[in-house]
T-cell receptor, first 112, second 112 residues
């Protein structure tokens, strides 16, 4: 069966520090991968998606970047965090369009 | 572009029914429904595809009106475990790469 792992679960970082969040999927090949952010009490906002190794599309201009160095690995990064980067970051995967998306457990990021 | 969910919040007693609506101004390929418990990741409930049938499992079902670009989630004989925030995610027709745009969520509270 397919599983998705996301870490760390919680992260507290100072303003201006770098960020690296990792997501890996097991049990499937060439999944579509997605990064979402959820502000407190709000809906999910799509940040990035990837349909293959090295293929990254950004949905909103921001202080973050994403990379997909391997088929089932998706990384969210920042060189300098801003206060507005706080939130709940979720990685998700799907087989293809028209298929369910399955989410990792998420990373709760607090910027101080 | 964000789908509009209604109502924003629902309070029920165990055993009562509820309907949550999701409406889009764009032509949709699919509508996804998720439930999120406080502090957790969203969990996939069901997907409705353009041209597909009404879906359901146990006491939760959903429909998709393609002419109106509207979907409804039906929860019957609600249980305490149904409490949470329900999100619809819409996938546009055309090449979407499975990208979802989520509504703002409907908070469902079930009391004993």
């Amino acid at each position: 069966s397919q599983t998705i792992h996301q870490w760390p679960a919680t992260l507290v970082q100072p303003v201006g520090s770098p960020l690296s969040l990792e997501c890996t999927v097991e049990g499937t090949s060439n999944p579509n991968l997605y990064w979402y952010r959820q502000a407190a009490g709000r809906g999910l906002q799509l940040l990035f998606y990837s349909v293959g190794i090295g293929q990254i599309s950004s949905e909103v201009p921001q202080n973050l970047s994403a990379s997909r160095p391997q088929d089932r690995q998706f990384i969210l990064s920042s060189k300098k965090l801003l206060l507005s980067d706080s939130g709940f970051y979720l990685c998700a995967w799907s087989v293809n369009e028209g298929q369910p998306q399955h989410f990792g457990d998420g990373t709760r990021l607090s910027i101080l | 572009q964000q789908p509009v969910q209604s109502p924003q919040a629902v309070i029920l007693r165990e055993g009562e029914d509820a309907v949550i609506n999701c409406s889009s101004s764009k032509a949709l390929y699919s509508v996804h429904w998720y439930r999120q418990k406080h502090g957790e990741a969203p969990v996939f409930l069901m997907i409705l595809l353009k041209g597909g049938e009404q879906k359901g499992h146990e006491k939760i079902s959903a429909s998709f009106n393609e002419k109106k670009q509207q979907s409804s989630l039906y929860l019957t004989a609600s249980q305490l475990s149904y409490s949470g925030t329900y999100f619809c995610g819409t996938e546009l027709s055309g090449t979407s790469y499975g990208k979802l745009t989520f509504g703002q969520g409907t908070i469902l509270t079930v009391h004993p």
